[in-house]
């Protein structure tokens, strides 16, 4: 027999009332009304206000995990899918409400969870595999509605370049990725290439592998960037070495940048790894 799955339209969150922009497979048996409640400690669900007001006074779990990352009130908590794997597969099921592409659930015992938390309240998300072939040093990220005004997917996605960066390789994110996450990356990577331009007052000519070693950009992101930033279009061609056919980029002097890069979110000071 196929397991029927829940219909849910807004979910209670800690303070917020939130509007779900997908479906999960939330059990219908467990939530039979189309509100759901979530405790923002341990993400447990509930379809009765009054079973989830009494489970909120009683829960006293702690962020799992240990902190990776720790300014103000943030703090990244590193989370083994394998030792926490009930927390994260009720993470994953929140977090599959808010974004229709890809998400963990099934598997969690094999990627590692960064969680962000904004005052103790977990605001947002990503994961990585922990073995993989192909370098991807994120798997899928996603920031809970009602915190998506305060930078805090750019947070981790300079979190996660940090990470790979300590681990020895140039990353770059699991495809495909959502509309927003192709905003997200494109403007990071345009502020990180913005901000390796060379300063010298004349023209200076660098291989495109040199721009990945000196950004920790992959080659192929850096070569997306390029094509789709106007910002970069009058300071950067790429050109072609006619003795090897390696691609060569080549840095115009130009005054008139218009648009200088955001500053870091995320501050490597503060980075406890």
Request: aromatic share 14%; with cysteine.
């Amino acid at each position: 027999m196929t397991e029927a799955f829940a219909r849910i339209d807004i979910v209670r969150y800690h303070d917020y009332v939130i509007k779900v922009k997908s479906q999960s497979i939330y059990p219908a048996t467990k939530s039979n009304m189309s509100k759901l409640y979530l405790c923002h400690r341990c993400f447990d669900y509930f379809s009765q206000r009054s079973t989830y007001t009494n489970h909120i006074s009683t829960c006293t779990l702690e962020t799992p995990g240990h902190v990776i990352y720790h300014k103000h009130n943030e703090r990244i908590h590193r989370i083994d899918g394998h030792f926490y794997k009930d927390y994260v597969q009720r993470l994953c099921l929140f977090g599959k409400l808010f974004i229709d592409t890809k998400t963990v659930f099934f598997d969690v015992e094999y990627f590692d969870f960064f969680l962000l938390t904004e005052a103790g309240i977990p605001v947002a998300f990503f994961s990585r595999e922990k073995r993989n072939v192909d370098n991807f040093n994120l798997a899928c990220i996603i920031t809970f509605p009602p915190f998506q005004s305060k930078q805090y997917g750019r947070l981790l996605i300079e979190c996660s370049y940090a990470l790979s960066h300590l681990d020895g390789y140039i990353g770059t994110p699991e495809r495909p990725l959502s509309q927003l996450g192709q905003r997200s990356y494109l403007s990071f990577w345009r502020d990180t290439l913005v901000r390796s331009l060379p300063l010298n007052p004349t023209n200076t000519m660098w291989s495109l592998s040199e721009w990945s070693k000196n950004t920790g950009l992959r080659q192929q992101d850096i070569v997306f960037t390029l094509k789709h930033s106007n910002l970069l279009a009058d300071r950067v061609i790429t050109m072609t070495d006619e003795n090897d056919m390696n691609q060569q980029i080549l840095f115009r002097v130009n005054e008139l940048l218009d648009k200088p890069a955001r500053p870091f979110r995320f501050d490597i000071d503060c980075l406890l790894v």
